[in-house]
């Protein structure tokens, strides 16, 4: 999991860079005794990239809301718990999922906003890899993750602005 993660707030510092757009994306530390709200944060004056991203990687072709995320010491499900996060910063949440199929197969990872999850929270079981993959296809080349939607219309954030071209 660290690893996703890591390549996640990666991925997102080249887009910054590419973009020449101000935006820094960073990972909290877990500890025994704080709360972790998401598992990155970025922070821009831009509204559009002040984002709280959760990460989850899994094997198999479905994620589970009582399998992949876990309940508190007061038994707060751990989507309630984001989701009062990012309604209290203002912050634009996403899952961020990364599907491994095993070895010698290549891992597929989406973003899906974090209001999209909630449509499916409470309703199903889970979400199947097929409905992530109607959301932003986070591509992979040379072992690294890259945003190709972030550059063109595609969905989540909006496409580039004149000054970002």
Known sequence: MANF?????SCLNRFFAHRKTQGFAYRLKQSKFNTQYVDVLVDSLDPRY???IECKSISGKKIYFS???HSDKNHVHQVDSITDFIRKTGRRGFLAVEFRFGAGRAKEAYLMPWETLLGYYGNVPGIPIDDFRLCCTLDRADE???LPGLDTNQYPLSPPTDREV
């Open 50 to 52: 002040y984002l709280a």
């Open 144 to 146: 690294e993750y890259d």
């Open 5 to 9: 993660e890591r390549e996640i707030t």
């Open 67 to 69: 399998q992949h995320f």
